[in-house]
C-alpha cells in the first residue's frame, strides 16, 4: 500500500549569494559551490537586485545533461513542472513562458492566440496546454483573483498587436507582454 511519488526530489531548494546573474541564468554561491541556475524572467525580476537568494530547484537529469531550473515561488515551479507534462514542452520554452498570474489567467480564459506567442509554442501546442492544464489550475486553486482582469486585457486585439510589434522589433516576448499588461 505505499504511494509512489511521481516525482523524487534531490534538491528542494538552493540558498545563497549570488554570484552572477543574466536574465536566463543565476550562479549561487552555497557554501564555496557555484550553482549555475536557468531561472525565468519573472524569477530574474524578483532577484535581480538582491545579494541573497533562495531558488526552488528542479532537476532535469537526463543522458547528456545535468540541468538545474530554478524559481523564486514554489507556485512558479509547480507551474512549470505542470507545463513539461504537456507533450512538446521542455525546460526551455516553459521557463519562458508568462508570469504565474499571466499563465493561470491565459489558461483559464483559453486564450491559446496569446499562448502561442511565446516562442517554442505553435498554435495546436498552445491548445494542448489549455485543454491538458485548465482543469488542472483550476482543482490546484493557482488561479489568481488578477486572472480575469489580465484574461480580457490579453484578449483585445490591441494587447496582441502590440506584442507582435514589440517582438518584431527584437524585445523578447515575455517582457514585451508584461509592458503591454502593465500599460
Known sequence: NCKLQTRRIMIEYIKGDIAEITPAMAVI???????????????????????????????AIREDAYVLYGFSTKQ????????ISVSGIGGNTARSALSPSELCGVISS????????????????????IVDLKDKIASSGMETVNSEMFASAANSEIHDE??????????????SQKVVAAI
Do not use: H, P
Not at 557555484?34 to 526552488?56: D, E, F, M, P, V
Not at 512558479?76 to 507545463?83: D, I
Not at 502590440?162 to 517582457?175: D, E, N, P, R, W
Open 162 to 175: 502590440a506584442v507582435a510589434a514589440l517582438t518584431m522589433l527584437g524585445f523578447a516576448q515575455a517582457a
Open 76 to 83: 512558479e515551479r509547480e507551474l512549470f513542472l505542470l507545463l
Open 110 to 129: 483559453g486564450n491559446d492566440k496569446l499562448l502561442k506567442t511565446v516562442k517554442g509554442i505553435g498554435l495546436k501546442t498552445a491548445q494542448r496546454i
Open 29 to 59: 554561491d552555497c557554501n564555496g559551490v557555484g550553482y549555475g541556475i536557468n531561472i525565468s524572467l519573472n524569477t530574474y525580476s524578483a532577484i535581480q537586485n538582491q545579494t541573497r537568494t533562495k531558488l526552488y530547484i528542479y532537476e
